[in-house]
């Protein structure tokens, strides 16, 4: 269990992570390679805390911990790449989906916090998070939940990169979450009777941005309708070219990184700093972050804040009581 949500907020709702249906041979392997891993790690940890077995465990893994300490420290891109393609020989990844709608405990008795979202609550939070924004009208084939989270190694500030308002947590979850009440069909329904009209054709989709590599992943595309394909293929092209670019932009900004690069050069570049065990400044996170600007984004259309201001979207018109105003200030006055 944790806590998704800014520090100076309670958690109100809990929602579980399972496995998509059809999933059982996969979860078999995947619970089979847990297993294993585990039964791995407590051996490893057993032999280096016993005098003799921290003698023999020298002898025997001594070679592979050099080759690991080489791979690590000079071809760092090439190593992460074989670690990579090694864990996936071992653990199978599962497929899952996150409900939400409310449920009980197997046992009948209502749960320390609510699990899941009554219709009602699902129609009040998606409203809430759009008229918040000022999203009310225009919408387009997607809406994208877009979480964020960092990646980097060895590194004792790690979730100092991630949300500093959720306390280090990534977002990915909510934004799932979010998205799924909002592809609800009774959601669809309550808020066109509040007057908010989202077309049928339009999907909300769940993202992760990941701020030290800028790559983008999507969730559940499983669910995104046939008719979504190209514009699924579109915005993943578009959203690649975007994250090259500010690849090079970040390079710019940080101490002692190539300038003068290509673009692929540069996402090549901020990559080997995620996976650089010596590197405790793999990006420079919200450390430069100087201002926020909350408005309708035509205020700050064309400039050049150099990556230093907070951009929320809010549109004052449809906030006469400062309702939103105050919720959009919390998380940010925080961090």
């Not at 009602?120 to 877009?146: D, H, M, S, W, Y």
């Not at 909510?174 to 069909?185: D, E, H, K, T, Y």
């Not at 500010?246 to 710019?252: F, G, K, S, T, V």
Request: charged share 20%.
């Amino acid at each position: 269990r944790a806590a998704l949500c800014p520090v100076i907020v309670a958690p109100g709702f809990e929602v579980d992570e399972v496995p998509r249906a059809g999933e059982d041979e996969p979860l078999k392997a995947y619970a089979a390679g847990s297993r294993w891993n585990q039964l791995g790690d407590h051996l490893f940890h057993d032999l280096k805390s016993n005098p003799v077995g921290s003698l023999m465990l020298i002898d025997m893994l001594g070679l592979f911990f050099s080759a690991r300490l080489i791979g690590k420290t000079f071809v760092r891109a090439q190593y992460e790449s074989i670690k990579t393609r090694a864990q996936g020989w071992f653990s199978r990844r599962v497929a899952t989906q996150t409900p939400v709608d409310r449920t009980e405990d197997a046992d009948g008795e209502p749960a320390r916090l609510p699990k899941g979202f009554t219709p009602a609550e699902q129609a009040t939070i998606v409203e809430k998070g759009l008229r918040a924004i000022g999203l009310t009208r225009n919408f387009g084939r997607f809406i994208v939940l877009c979480g964020h989270g960092s990646t980097s190694d060895n590194n004792p500030y790690f979730a100092a990169y991630n949300c500093g308002a959720c306390g280090g947590g990534h977002g990915d979850p909510n934004a799932r979450v979010f998205a799924a009440m909002g592809n609800q069909p009774h959601v669809r329904r309550t808020l066109q009777e509040n007057g908010l009209n989202i077309p049928d054709d339009t999907w909300f989709l769940a993202a992760k941005h990941n701020t030290a590599t800028d790559q983008v992943t999507f969730y559940d595309v499983q669910d995104i309708p046939t008719s979504h394909a190209d514009d699924l293929v579109r915005l993943t092209e578009d959203l690649e070219e975007a994250g090259r670019h500010q690849a090079l932009e970040r390079c710019h900004r940080i101490p002692r990184a190539p300038t003068d690069i290509s673009l692929q050069a540069a996402v090549d570049h901020m990559f080997s700093r995620t996976v650089d065990w010596v590197n405790v400044r793999p990006e420079w996170g919200l450390s430069s972050n100087a201002a926020f600007i909350l408005g309708r984004r035509m205020l700050t259309k064309g400039l050049d804040l150099g990556g230093r201001v907070f951009l929320h979207s809010y549109n004052p018109d449809t906030d006469t009581e400062g309702a939103f105003l105050e919720a959009l200030m919390n998380a940010p006055l925080v961090v």
